[in-house]
């Protein structure tokens, strides 16, 4: 019984031991990609590419219907991709690993505890795992390299849609019904379809931005969009459709048929017109508008509407069947016509590929020269392109439509028909016309060339046949040259090497970048709206630092201004305080000269005349500017300059008006010069002359000075009468000079100079009364001028010592 007991538990402990045994057989690499290959380790890579290509057409599942040739197929591929890339080669040969998502040396599965680990192969969930993958997805897997040289560039003629997943994904196996229907409807319209698994491709994952699995993103033109919406056959189909831009299809009515149809010659294109019943736009042919965009016009008609019932009468349209009409030169017939119930994408093709151009298209840059008229590649592969070299003005469209009806009745292949304005590609006709007199440049000849391209460089062989009138003669003269070019090919005797076109379309660039920067603004409010923030942390952090560092700046700017200020208060000068007037912010001796008159919470900038700001502010004066001169003394220097920022605040808006301050104490010597130079010097001063026996006080007196026409208008202070009570006089001159004043008398007692006398007879606050008026007559140009011939000299504004 013991015996019996004791066996279980070793029984139980062989199993486990199996199965850990059996778990570490399954350790190692899960394919060896030189045996299944069958190359060696030495082998080069060509010998790789060789076998890959011979066995993958022989294990391809299309061609194989061995049960195993789908298993067998992704392992080859597999292989290919390991041997293929130097550095999976080399992680494999040095650790024998195949996944290049784990770390080297490390496990291949789960999570390794010493000597212990978990395989997938001990659980066996038959669920997405490489195994067990649909190899309905298997065709779609998309590899950074594909993405980036085959699906990137295809972005611009079809939309892409591609799944994010991963092994173990439990939520992908929800939408997998979902994406097999939507797959499945969505690559018979046209849209690229691809599959990203995180497990191998997390370069790829990373580089379109998908952090989480599933995911779904589309890409078109190069952009990738997340779709954020709940996975239903109905909102994948509208993520597809608005991914498409917005403008590709015009709806057109009776109301605008004969403008969207006359507008071939502008955009050079066909165009392209679909009736339908239906009111919106089919998908399908939103992706055929795409993909054919830069060849094709595209339009709708819905004949459900009364305002197309016109335009169905008109080209006979079947109600019952879409219609789809392609219109070239001619806008009042089709040139080609399809109408079929149920249209598939391969007729849609078949139908644009064969009307992708005009009949005599107009080459507008060097794409479309291209396609026009390829470069030569074989014997039997020769196209010949007829070149019309002529004008757009009105006196060239009988030659021009002449040689459209040229062209029209051509029923060889190998030739085709174009015409190039002079003007707009005047390096082209230049070679091709063999113009070697500059004096051709300023004129335009039509002549219609035979050319062959040779390579891509630019050689070509080419002939002008003719001048073209579009007369009888130069049809059959250019009938003659085609019938002899095809027996005689060598009749092409002029070679040359072409230059560029010019692209006469680059002004479109400016509407085209506008529109980019609308999806670009679009894409990022989507993102804010879905908090994508993991995609959307490079331009936030941007934002915030632009941010940071505009509001630093501001922060300096304003603590630098405060502390000027601070420091600019006590450099008051001439006991002036900062309610009256301050000088500017200190540094070089002009702007020590500045100063401020605060009023009503502005200021007034005055300007000292001096020896140092003479020039600029006088002799030099920029012409139509005028310079306001107040002269005043050490005394009234305060009150003259309150009263004057008084009197000119209102006028301080003129950017002609400046203002300075003249302080006769020091400069007297240039006043006394400035009124003698004047021409009516006698009249200024004439019935301020007392006889010669006084000397003339000038305090109060405003000169405005034009520099540049040297002349002067003179203001003369108000005479307000004698004031018997000289102290009451000088009170008041001190209230209106500030605290500081009233404090000066307080702590000195006044000097009784001559000067201070003479002063006193008259109110110094009152002087200035007048000077507004006098500046609205000066500002109306209606004050007398008086003219000088210079004016006085450096030495006679240099301070009296």
Partial sequence: ????????????????????????????????????????????????????????????????????????????????????????????????????????GGSRYGHRHDSFYFDESFFNFPFNSKNHRDFADSKYILHFNQYVNDVVPDSYKR???????????????????????????????????????????????NHL????????????????????????????????EDLLPQRLVERVTDKNDLQFLNSWHELNKPHVLLFDQVPVVPLLYKLTAFAYKDYLQFGYVDQGLSETANLQKQFNINTYAPTMLVFKENTDKPADIIQAKGMKKQIIDEFMSNNKFLLVPRLVNQKLFDELCPVKQFHRRRKYCVLLITGDEETFSFGNQAFLSFASTNGKEVVRFAYVYQRLQQPLCDILMQNKDSAQLFFVFTQVVILERRNAAGKALFKPVSAWNGSEEDKQRLLEELERLQRDPSILNNDAMLPELNNEFASMFVIRWIYASYDYLSEVIDDILHNNWREMMPLLSLIFSALFILFGTVVIQAFSDSSDDKQTKPKAKDGTKAENGSPGPGGTS?????????????????????DITYMSNLVKLRPGHMNIVLVLTDASKNILLSKFAKEVYSFTGSMTLHFSFLNIDKHSQWMYTLLEYAQDATQIDADEDDGGNHKMDYTGYVLALNGHKKYLCLFKP???????????????????????????????????????????TLQIHHKLDRLGLWMERLMEGTLPRYYIPAWPGLDKITPIK
Avoid at 15 to 44: C, F, M, N, Q, W
Avoid at 159 to 184: A, R
Wanted: charged letters at 25%; glycine letters at 6%.
């Fill in 718 to 760: 108000v005479y307000t009468g004698e004031d018997h009570d000289s102290k009451s006089s000088e009170d008041e001159g001190s209230t209106a000079g500030g605290r500081s004043r009233s404090s000066s008398r307080e702590d000195h007692p006044p000097r009784k100079s001559n000067r201070s006398r003479s002063m006193s």
């Fill in 590 to 610: 002009r702007q020590e000269y500045i100063y401020y008159i605060y009023y009503r919470k502005n200021f007034v900038e005055v300007t000292e005349l001096t």
């Fill in 209 to 240: 931005g998908a952090h989480r699995t599933p995911s779904i993103l589309g890409v078109i033109n190069g952009k990738v969009t997340f779709f954020h919406y709940a996975v239903a056959k109905e909102h994948l189909r509208q993520f597809v």
């Fill in 159 to 205: 939309p892409y849609l591609i799944k994010i997943t991963s092994d173990w994904c439990f939520s992908c196996i929800h939408i997998e019904p979902v994406w097999k229907e939507v797959v499945q409807e969505m690559e018979t319209l046209g849209v690229g379809i691809g599959v990203v698994d995180v497990g191998y491709e997390r370069r790829l994952a």
């Fill in 1 to 104: 019984m013991a015996g019996s007991k004791m066996s279980v538990p070793l029984a139980v402990v062989v199993i486990l031991l199996s199965v850990l045994l059996t778990g570490a057989a399954h350790a190692g690499p899960e394919i060896d990609p030189y045996k299944i290959l069958g190359v060696t380790r030495s082998a080069s890579q060509a010998e790789i590419k060789k076998v890959y290509k011979r066995l993958a057409k022989e294990w391809h599942p299309d061609k194989n219907k061995n049960p195993g040739a789908e298993d067998m197929f992704i392992k080859i591929t597999k292989s290919y991709e390991i041997l293929s890339n130097e550095d999976k080669r080399a992680n494999y040969d040095r650790y024998g690993q195949t996944d290049d998502t784990q770390p080297y």
